[in-house]
């Protein structure tokens, strides 16, 4: 089998599973993009093997440190273990991501269900070469009604591979509903341009609900209605819901109708409505986009993180909660932590921590590769005046 030398000192020896270019020390028998190889270390010990793309900065990526065959045998053993592990994780699974990746050991597979409808993805150039067996596996395994293939990732650039999004198993379900938590969501996996249910939020949601019966809400960046729908539903004195996307808006209304609960919903960017608005709210929702994908654009995301903070903390009401998402890997949980702090210092107000959130235990994190937690969400309360 073809295959690399690797450096020493590369991440590989501290626990990671990822081979940058600038750590391969040698490249033998000529192995072709999308190709299974070898590793081995430079005193010529195995350490493995990997998917290879040389086109990507990150060349290989171990998928086992044993040898292994990309064929049906393998790609059923590993989504029946990620299968398992979601129903020994008591998560509902029938709603929720099967197959999270590297967290998986299938790097570049991401796999969601709702219900009788798979949502996949093929972000790595060998998945995306072998995407039809990993079809075959899902339907076998699984007995969806349709898969839908969603590769519409900006990663994709980087691995060569072409966006498109497809289905490539059944029929166009078009929009249909599922619940969670108690709420029903209407979804279109194929021709929306999100799911419109972010599985990794769901119990954030639940977490939420607790706080808000009786309260006044502001739920910024709501998307199709998330976080709204859940404190509507929790009995909210009011919930007002903003989203600069007249798609996502119309959404939300239409979610809120299915549950028989009102919100008030507004399109408006929600950077302008913080700064201009003149209202208060016991308890408000800030759940933005990632606004940054490399570390390039890191210091700019957080001057964007801080201005919501800022406004944010500004509205609230005498006791008033704050509770704030981010959804990019490259901002620490510690950095976007010390953003809030930063923001209560100019906006003179002390604030107590009341919660932690994370993703959902469908998108299991691995601590040797920080790239498989990305969310990350605190709730905190205004403090008295001191």
């Not at 626990?15 to 010529?44: C, N």
């Not at 890191?298 to 609230?316: F, Q, S």
């Not at 509770?323 to 604030?351: I, M, P, W």
Request: charged letters at 25%.
């Amino acid at each position: 089998m073809a295959g690399i030398i690797i450096r020493p000192r590369a991440r590989i020896f501290h626990g990671h599973d990822w081979v940058y270019a600038s750590e391969i020390q040698k490249t033998f028998g000529d192995p072709e993009p999308g190709d299974l190889i070898t590793m081995k270390d430079f005193r010529d010990r195995p350490l493995g093997c990997a998917i290879y793309n040389p086109q990507s900065q990150i060349v290989a990526r171990r998928i086992s440190r044993r040898k292994q065959k990309l064929d049906a045998e393998f790609f059923n053993r590993r989504i029946s273990q990620a299968i398992a592990l979601r129903e020994s994780s008591g998560i509902d699974i029938n709603l929720c991501r099967l197959i999270w990746s590297e967290s998986d050991a299938i790097p570049g597979v991401i796999v969601d269900r709702y219900g009788d409808h798979l949502v996949l993805q093929t972000l790595t150039l060998a998945m995306n070469i072998n995407k039809q067996i990993i079809i075959d596996v899902l339907v076998e395994l699984l007995s969806p009604k349709s898969i839908i293939l969603r590769n519409d990732s900006p990663m994709l650039k980087a691995e060569g591979i072409e966006p498109e999004i497809k289905m490539v198993y059944g029929e166009n379900p078009g929009a249909f509903t599922v619940e969670a938590n108690d709420i029903i969501f209407e979804i279109d996996i194929l021709d929306g341009q999100k799911t419109g249910l972010y599985l990794d939020q769901l119990d954030a949601h639940a977490a939420i609900q607790k706080l808000v019966k009786g309260k006044r809400v502001l739920d910024c960046f709501c998307n199709q209605g998330g976080f709204a729908l859940a404190c509507a539903k929790a009995g909210a004195a009011s919930v007002t819901a903003v989203d600069i996307s007249e798609s996502a808006i119309e959404a939300t209304k239409r979610n809120a109708e299915l549950n028989g609960v009102e919100i008030n919903a507004i399109k408006q960017n929600a950077f302008d409505y913080l700064k201009n608005c003149e209202e208060e709210y016991d308890l408000i929702i800030l759940d933005p986009p990632s606004f940054t994908r490399n570390k390039k654009t890191l210091n700019d995301a957080m001057r964007g993180y801080k201005e919501i903070h800022l406004r944010g903390l500004k509205l609230l009401a005498k006791d008033g909660v704050l509770s704030t998402f981010c959804c990019s890997h490259h901002a620490s949980r510690e950095l976007f932590l010390d953003n809030v702090v930063k923001a209560s210092v100019d906006a003179k107000r002390t604030v107590r921590l009341i919660q932690n959130h994370g993703q959902r235990l469908d998108h299991p994190i691995l601590p040797a590769i920080p790239e498989t937690e990305y969310l990350k969400g605190f709730t905190f309360q205004l403090t008295p005046s001191r």
